[in-house]
Nanobody, 115 residues
């Protein structure tokens, strides 16, 4: 069984950086694509980035060139390095396993980008 927990969210100024972590306390993540999503207040949840079990990555256009998704198989953790943060990046960030239809959403971690 997979149970995900997100860490690393904080208040940061525009242009700043944060690194988020997605850790599994249950079944290992090595065989799964892991994806980061975010949801701003009053808005729909949206995909941010994903990383395949092979390590191949994919990004949506609005974070391309600023965010980097990576994973540590040894630590059973997926990361999201966020640079050049903008106020529009403010949201609760979640990780999930797209292959599991019902979802294994963690509690999320709040990222706030504000002067």
């Amino acid at each position: 069984q997979v149970q995900l927990v997100e860490y690393g969210g904080a208040l940061v100024q525009p242009g700043g950086s944060l690194k988020l972590s997605c850790a599994s306390s249950g079944r290992g993540l090595s065989g799964y694509t892991v994806a980061w999503y975010r949801q701003a207040p009053g808005k729909q949840r949206e995909l941010v980035a994903s990383i395949h079990s092979s390590g191949a990555t994919n990004y949506v256009d609005f974070v391309k060139g600023r965010f980097t998704i990576s994973r540590s198989y040894a630590k059973n953790t997926v990361y999201l390095q966020m640079n050049s943060l903008k106020p529009e990046d403010t949201a609760v960030y979640y990780c999930n396993l797209p292959a599991i239809t019902s979802g294994v959403w963690g509690p999320g971690t709040q990222v706030t980008v504000s002067p």
